[in-house]
């Protein structure tokens, strides 16, 4: 074979490749970029009660930006009861919340370490 044709069948390669190399590239870095946009719409709270019956939480929290909430004080039913578990008053915590029909509700809470 020339090595003329060798290079063309070699670039040919490349192009052929390049998109694959830059999806399965593009594919590595999402989960990374997906946990950092994760972590930005968590909100900054701090545990002021809870009342396992009641499946409620009671947060004293920053700014709840999807809810265009201000920072305060306020009670949160918990999607699932055994988020509450691990948590005690006066434990610093990230956590996500929507408006489920008028009723603010933490979808999601992690401790800070």
């Not at 009670?75 to 990230?94: E, T, W």
Request: aromatic share 2%; no cysteine; glycine share 4%.
């Amino acid at each position: 074979m020339n090595t003329h044709l060798k290079t063309l069948l070699t670039l040919s390669a490349l192009t052929l490749l390049a998109p694959v190399a830059a999806m399965a590239d593009d594919a590595h870095h999402k989960p990374a970029a997906a946990a950092a946009t994760a972590a930005a719409d968590m909100t900054d709270g701090e545990v002021r009660k809870i009342d396992m019956e009641g499946s409620k939480i009671t947060l004293k929290h920053a700014d709840i930006k999807n809810l265009d909430m201000p920072g305060m004080t306020m009670v949160f039913v918990v999607k699932d009861k055994a988020m509450l578990d691990k948590l005690k008053a006066g434990d610093k915590v990230k956590f996500k919340a929507i408006n489920d029909a008028g009723k603010f509700t933490v979808t999601e809470i992690q401790p800070v370490r």
